[in-house]
């Protein structure tokens, strides 16, 4: 599998990342409406997983300009 291959399918499975992280924020919103004993520890974990998913994010257009640029 050829790089440009590899960095597509990561591209597509990041944004299946960041659509499931979006869902799960929504579910937090939603639990905090009804004030759900459990908003706080989801919330945690949701903003944890944002976190890194920023770091993916930035990581991954790193390695995107550098393959433009190569």
Avoid: T
């Avoid at 004993?37 to 257009?61: H, K």
């Amino acid at each position: 599998m050829s790089q440009e291959r590899i960095l597509m399918d990561l591209e597509e499975a990041f944004g299946r990342l960041s659509d499931g992280l979006n869902a799960v924020e929504l579910m937090v919103l939603g639990l905090e409406d009804v004030q759900d004993p459990y908003a706080d520890g989801l919330y945690v974990i949701w903003r944890y997983l944002e976190r890194e998913r920023e770091e993916i994010e930035r990581l991954l257009a790193a390695v995107s300009s550098a393959r433009i640029s190569a």
